[in-house]
Antibody, heavy 116, light 107 residues
Framework: EVQLEESGGGLVQPGGSLRLSCAAS????????MSWVRQAPGKGLEWVAN????????YYVDSVKGRFTISRDNAKNSLFLQMNSLRAEDTAVYYC?????????WGLGTLVTVSS | EIVLTQSPATLPLSPGEGATLSCRAS??????LAWYQQKPGQAPRLLIY???NRATGIPARFSGSGSGTDFTLTISSLEPEDFAVYYC?????????FGQGTRLEIK
């Protein structure tokens, strides 16, 4: 059974940093593109970033470029999102997702709240 | 950025009725379009990929069609568990984008 479990969310002040983690199991992690997708409270979905199987290619939505970094550790079946210079508009549930273009599986999400 | 516009925003229907949800792209996405279902408090679930292919485990009452800029998700006969929000999403051009969603509600 495919499982994606996010962690690392929480309350952070504007300008602060957080690192999200995603533990993957039930599939060959190293063979899949992986992504982070977010959803602001009561709003729609926004693709944040994705990363190729070996980490050699990464793509970011413009609103997070230069502030967020996606990475992975295939030996530990883990996906990460380092978020710096956080803004109020980054407040959302962040989903770890399997896939680089079509998402076949989603985690349950972790809530990030940016507020003073 | 490719903008996906979904219509209607809200669709009130009764169980047993058929539903037709639309998604229009601001430029051609070929067949690189997916549909997801999201229920309150849950993560989205993939229904349809590449415009017309049902994902694993998705009932046959769900079908997708279209190419280029106009796409349709059809639910042939609504079951109580189908009332949810539906999103389309394109993977033709980065950044990949989602529509704003159609809320399917019980009339």
């Amino acid at each position: 059974e495919v499982q994606l479990e996010e962690s690392g969310g929480g309350l952070v002040q504007p300008g602060g940093s957080l690192r999200l983690s995603c533990a993957a199991s039930g599939f060959t992690f190293s063979s899949n593109w992986m992504s982070w997708v977010r959803q602001a409270p009561g709003k729609g979905l926004e693709w944040v970033a994705n990363i190729k199987q070996d980490g050699s290619d990464k793509y970011y939505v413009d609103s997070v470029k230069g502030r967020f970094t996606i990475s992975r550790d295939n030996a530990k079946n883990s996906l990460f999102l380092q978020m710096n210079s956080l803004r109020a508009e980054d407040t959302a549930v962040y989903y770890c997702a399997r896939g680089g273009g079509t998402i076949s599986y989603w985690g349950l999400g972790t809530l990030v709240t940016v507020s003073s | 950025e490719i903008v996906l516009t979904q219509s209607p925003a809200t669709l009130p229907l009764s169980p047993g009725e058929g539903a037709t949800l639309s998604c229009r792209a601001s430029q051609s996405v070929s067949s690189s379009l997916a549909w997801y279902q999201q229920k309150p408090g849950q993560a989205p679930r993939l229904l349809i990929y590449d415009a017309s292919n049902r994902a694993t485990g998705i009932p046959a009452r769900f079908s997708g069609s279209g190419s280029g800029t106009d796409f349709t998700l059809t639910i042939s006969s609504l079951e109580p568990e189908d009332f949810a929000v539906y999103y389309c999403q394109q993977r033709s051009t980065w950044p990949f984008t989602f529509g704003q969603g159609t809320r399917l509600e019980i009339k």
